[in-house]
């Protein structure tokens, strides 16, 4: 019988014991194709995958160091050694044809002036001094970052698909159960011990905008205001003049924060190394130590002045114990040192030349991850926004891909959100856009977020917890991702 005979015969409902053979026979085969299915090869090419980044990563690293290495060895051959030359010159002169000359002088004079003398030990314990601080200078300051920086955090997680199947896939035999596989079933869950809670799987927080899950805290607020700032164990906002204080779970405090005391309240960050928030205000920055107990008043930070009062700042972002704050529209960007005591030093002062293009408008934010510096400009012609990647020292390593435009050149309403893991997270409020730039700063507009009206957005830095602050309605929202 032919396949097509069988075919109409079995549409009809007439199986005849050839065909339902023929039924058996590919199931028989299926199941051996099932017994036979490996997924070995996921792990193998997720191996590559990691084997082929370690290498280049390697690669990279041996570039540099090569690289820096010749630069060093520039800076000691064209700027240290003639400096050195000069000093050395300089001093060696004085000695033969100043000072030792009238050593010998006083020598022969059987009636030697003590002034002379006096002034003449002056001279040589200050070439002394001198010699000693010359000896002792540090000529050639190399920047390194913390070893802990070069791991940026890779995660081995499910794909989001994969997760999906693995939790919620429907079963297949569903519409094939009768009273005697129920009845099978239902032993076989009594005789069952309860089954151990399934291990969490590492979420991507990209697909929390994406997929929306049901966050593990939310909290309504009163204001649409975007300061938001996360450590490990807190965070912290403000709203409706308060600074309020949350760990994971619950709220813990909150303080009146008064503009005519403390100033505008524009910028909250945490600084690791120093374990405080950093709250910055038009014109000052104040920390605060979640850990002490009330009263906590925030702490000005004196040595932080910006060029003058008619430039404000705007916001400010740390990378291990170095702090970068910006002014309005980048008119300057204030690099600054702190010590482990605490104690801060302006390290440059950035001009908006520095940094911007001649027909650029200026920066919006400054923003650090775990290796470099983001800056979100808005350019002048078509008020478009676009992210450049920046070193420590402010020197541009790659120009962005422009985004969709801000509603004027006065307006700089946008906030730029570190991944820490070279992505970054811009959102145009004037347009209510998301969008994510990758690694290789490639922007892609996030159509199909589900998260809308979004204010800002921050991770933790063990990047366990992400919050995002909404307004419409105007709430505090966290995730677990790890």
Not at 143 to 168: C, F, M, V
Not at 265 to 272: F, H, R, S, T
């Amino acid at each position: 019988m032919s396949n097509n005979s069988k075919n109409k015969e079995n549409s009809g409902n007439k199986w005849t014991s050839d065909g339902l053979i023929e039924l058996l026979d590919l199931a028989n085969e299926q199941l051996r194709t099932l017994e036979r299915l490996d997924f070995s090869h996921i792990q193998k090419n997720a191996q590559q995958e990691l084997e082929s980044w370690h290498t280049a990563a390697l690669t990279r690293l041996g570039q540099i160091y090569s690289q820096r290495l010749a630069d060093l060895g520039q800076v000691y051959t064209q700027d240290v050694c003639p400096d050195a030359e000069k000093f050395k010159k300089k001093m060696t002169d004085q000695l033969k044809t100043r000072i030792m000359p009238r050593i010998s002088k006083i020598l022969d004079d059987p009636t030697p002036d003590q002034d002379k003398v006096e002034k003449i030990q002056s001279v040589l314990c200050h070439i002394k001094s001198e010699y000693e601080m010359m000896r002792d200078r540090q000529w050639i300051r190399v920047q390194l970052p913390d070893i802990k920086s070069l791991s940026i955090p890779i995660k081995i997680s499910q794909t989001p698909l994969a997760t999906h199947l693995a939790n919620h896939g429907k079963d297949l035999l569903e519409d094939l159960s009768d009273e005697d596989d129920n009845e099978t079933k239902e032993e076989e869950e009594e005789g069952t011990p309860s089954k151990k809670k399934r291990k969490t799987i590492s979420i991507d927080p990209v697909d929390v905008f994406l997929i929306n899950p049901e966050p593990i805290k939310k909290h309504s607020l009163d204001t649409n205001s975007s300061t938001l700032a996360l450590s490990n164990a807190h965070i912290l906002i403000q709203d409706k003049h308060r600074l309020i204080l949350f760990d994971y779970q619950k709220q813990i405090s909150e303080l009146q924060w008064n503009d005519n005391e403390y100033g505008i309240l524009v910028d909250i960050c945490w600084i690791p190394s120093l374990s405080v928030f950093a709250i910055l205000t038009i014109h000052s920055l104040y920390l605060y130590d979640p850990l002490k107990p009330t009263p906590n008043p925030p702490v000005k930070v004196d040595a932080v002045q910006p060029s003058d009062r008619t430039h404000v700042l705007a916001s400010i972002s740390a990378f291990e114990r170095d702090i970068y704050i910006n002014y309005h529209k980048g008119v300057h960007v204030d690099q600054y040192r702190v010590s482990s005591t605490s104690q801060w030093t302006l390290e440059k002062r950035y001009s908006k030349g520095d940094y911007c293009e001649t027909k650029d408008i200026g920066i919006r934010d400054v923003r650090c991850d775990s290796q470099h510096i983001c800056v979100s400009v808005m350019q002048q012609n078509d008020l478009k926004w676009r992210l450049d990647v920046m070193s420590r020292d402010m020197k541009r390593i790659r120009r962005g891909i422009v985004m969709d435009a801000g509603e004027n050149q006065h307006k700089f309403f946008s906030m730029l959100i570190p991944m820490h893991d070279q992505r970054w997270l811009f959102v145009n409020w004037y347009t209510n856009k998301l969008w994510l730039v990758d690694q290789e700063e490639k922007p892609r507009l996030m159509k199909e977020s589900k998260i809308k009206n979004i204010r800002n957005a921050c991770m933790s830095p063990n990047g366990c917890y992400l919050a995002v602050r909404t307004e419409k309605p105007s709430a505090l929202k966290l995730y677990k991702l790890d």
